[in-house]
């Protein structure tokens, strides 16, 4: 590589980063200037990556949990010659429709791995990036993954609990190739970070089985030695690396004032000045960025022996790495999936849905052994989705299909998107739908990353029972079917529940929750139509015997009720209909006349479901009836609690009475 002092190649990520946020009047320009000398040596020095080819399988993941410091990882890809970060994105930094918003977002810019900024996320993220990696290598070998997962991380990030989750598990699952380098700058928005946290990080990393130590951040030797040192252990590593925040600034540096605004035209001329970087806007000398380019090129030729390493494999075993990087799914699910569906219609099955999501589990983890990644969050034995077939990967046991992150949802929800966005199998994970709560911050960046994986949130409602209020979700589904590119499934019986499992498998471009029950539930349904009707959010489960005075519209264990009280009002002489809604935002995303047409015109309309009444409105309107929760449950058998809580059939045909 041409050699070009590595201070001015640091600088250069320095000068970006100060004027783009000067321009923009908003930013965080401390953080890209006190690690600019840490990303200079990784980029520099160690991270596989090939700018012309980001998105290659085999390349080194670099994760900026610190996603406040955007500009340094935005500089960085300018700098490395990525054909989408232009000098022009560089300037719109927080613009509307730039590639450079605040925070950094992977499905909006060309090179970024994982969307950060919420904080602690990041990092475990990169736990499930390094599980995929581990789980990859022992399956296909090290000719085609072999990389490692860098994570930058903040105070910020090691503050928030879910940074204790994620290094307890890399810690125990001894993930080698996952290194975090932590920009231990000593400095949060209110001020040094002494006045909330005295934790020594090292001693931290090192009780949770890490490898950790600490350096000085701005001696380029010592990083790259400390670098070198934990590609080579057996552990995860953390490298404290100690940095002056907004490292430059004359009167700033080292303060809270350098964390989270502007430095002010005075400010940022005198830190040019100090640094020697030139005080023209956004300029670059040649050699350096020629030197950045060269790096980022550099990667061209390990992408290239990866290449021709792949080409030895075998057709079938390099279209199916191939096929499962892509998330596409085997042609055998469908057909795996039809007979289930065929067997449910021949034997009926009168269980819970847990035990039904169970049954649908083993069917599809016949015919995709390796990337059907399923765990629990310590509840596997409630949540009933471990396939009989799947053994629990550990460190010694990398083939393993079945994770058991512990009492940690959250995150066991992150590590479930870094899987996902790492490529090669399709995760899900279970808790129950209380606790989907401690896993929320995690599913909204599902949402909002687009990532395909699958929450399963068992004992949905009242209808857990003992374990009282404390357990039982009323407000949860609302709030799930709220979070826009979330899609919640709430089945009522066997059958939808393996429809709702094809569409949540199929859908590779947003997550899916499937809410099921703890108690059992009869199959309801008598057939399974190729078009799958889950698909449609809702439909008509069972018609009215003439034209419908009510429609009972219900998910899930309700929809039983909704049918016995279609029986008891056809004994009154009045017509209804029951509607099975498995999805109410699915059915209120179909176009006008599909949801009309599946709502129907019946004057009457009764929603019910053992949760509050937010969100049904759109279905039975402002005026209709509502058959549900209006505040927390309490413990007793389940069937007392309906009773309790006047979710039954006869409080559906009072309501019905009522209104005709």
Known sequence: MTQVDHTRMANAIRGLSMDAVEKAKSGHPGLPMGAADVATVLFTQFLKFDAAEPNWPDRDRFVLSAGHGSMLLYSLLYLTGNSAMTLDQIKQFRQLGSLTPGHPENFHTKGIETTTGPLGQGIATAVGMAVAEKMLAAEYGKKAVDHHTYVLASDGDLMEGISQEAIGLAGHWKLNKLIVLYDDNGISIDGPTKLSDSVDQVKRFKSAG????????????????????????????????????????????????????????????????????????????????????????????????????????????????????????????????RAHKKSLIETPQNIATRKSSELAIDAMAAVMPMEFLSGSADLTGSTNNKAKSATDFEAKTPKGRFIHYGIREFGMAAAMNGIFLHGGFAPSGATFLVFSDYARPAMRLSALMGTGVIYIMTHDSIGLGEDGPTHQPVEHLTSLRAIPNMRVFRPCDAVEVAECWELALNRTNGPTVLVLTRQNLPQLRTSAPADNPCGHGAYELVAAQGEARVSLFASGSEVQIAVDAQKQLAERGIMSRVVSVPSLELLLSLPEDRRRAIIGNAPVKIAIEAAVRWGWDAVIGQDGEFIGMHGFGASAPAKDLFKHFGITADAAVNAALKRL
Request: proline share 5%.
């Open 210 to 337: 890490w490898a950790s130590e600490l350096i000085d951040g701005h001696d380029p030797k010592a990083i790259a030695a400390a670098i070198a040192k934990a590609q080579k252990s057996n552990k995860p590593t953390m490298i404290a690396c100690k940095t002056t925040i907004g490292y430059g600034a004359p009167t700033r540096a080292g303060t809270a004032k350098v964390h989270g605004e502007a430095l002010g035209a005075e400010e940022l001329k005198g830190a040019k000045e100090k640094l020697g970087i030139s005080l023209e806007p956004f300029s670059v000398p040649g050699d350096v960025l020629n030197a950045w380019r060269e790096a980022g090129s550099r990667g061209a030729a390990a992408r290239k022996e990866w290449e021709a390493r792949m080409s030895t494999l075998s057709n079938r075993k390099r279209d199916e790495f191939d096929r499962r990087i892509r998330h596409e799914r085997p042609a055998s699910l469908a057909k795996a999936l």
